[in-house]
């Protein structure tokens, strides 16, 4: 695995497959998140240190080498593995932009959902192959897989957006989303 390539990059090719997990190509850093990564997340927290013997890892994100500076569109795709937290659905962290900068998500396997937080209003946008979500300046943004297989999509993003988690720490995200009887349960908090 390459990591970040140094400035100032050629143009290049990039090759992904839309339907299986597999390494981006050319690759770059590999971020993995544990159940340990997610802490103060889930609304069951007792659940959620139960979890922690076995640590299963809740999601990756495989970028491309593009690095994350000015001016550059790095671009990452993350697989979000099925499964619950005492019936709350799996989830990115979720993170606020540093700088007021937006961001796409293109659907590519599995199904999910994408969670906005503007500090007021919690918006969601069921997400599956094929479906492009737009992340406007200024909402926190969270994935989140509400099927029984994996859910994977490509994000691209300005290379100076940063990544504030401490924001969806104190802010929360609006919504809760789990898995209810009707099938994706939003609950606010
Ligand atoms: C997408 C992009 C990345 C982000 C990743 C995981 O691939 O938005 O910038 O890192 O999702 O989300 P998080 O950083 O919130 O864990
Ligand atoms: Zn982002």
């Given at each position: 695995m390459s990591t970040f390539a140094t400035p100032p990059i050629d143009p290049m090719r990039i090759t992904f497959e839309t339907r299986v997990t597999a390494p981006m190509s050319p690759s770059g850093p590999v971020l993995t998140r544990r159940m340990?990564?997610?802490?103060?997340?889930?609304?069951d927290t007792s659940e959620w240190e139960r979890s922690l013997a076995e640590d299963r890892v809740v999601y990756e994100v495989a970028s491309t080498?593009?690095?994350?500076?000015?001016?550059e569109l790095p671009q990452s795709i993350t697989t979000i593995h099925p499964g619950t937290v005492a019936g709350e659905f799996h989830m990115t962290k979720g993170h606020m932009h540093t700088r007021p900068r937006g961001e796409i998500y293109l659907g590519l396997s599995g199904v999910g959902g994408l969670l906005l937080f503007d500090g007021n209003r919690p918006e969601w946008i069921p997400m599956e192959p094929g479906v492009i979500g737009y992340i406007p300046p200024g909402w926190a943004h969270r994935s989140v897989n509400t099927g029984d297989e994996p859910y994977r999509f490509l994000a691209v993003y300005p290379g100076d957006s940063g990544h504030d988690y401490d924001w969806v720490l104190r802010n929360g995200m609006g919504y809760r989303v789990f898995s209810g009887p009707a099938g994706t349960d939003l609950r606010p908090f």
């Open positions: 340990s990564d997610l802490k103060g997340l889930f609304a080498p593009v690095p994350e500076i000015e001016g």
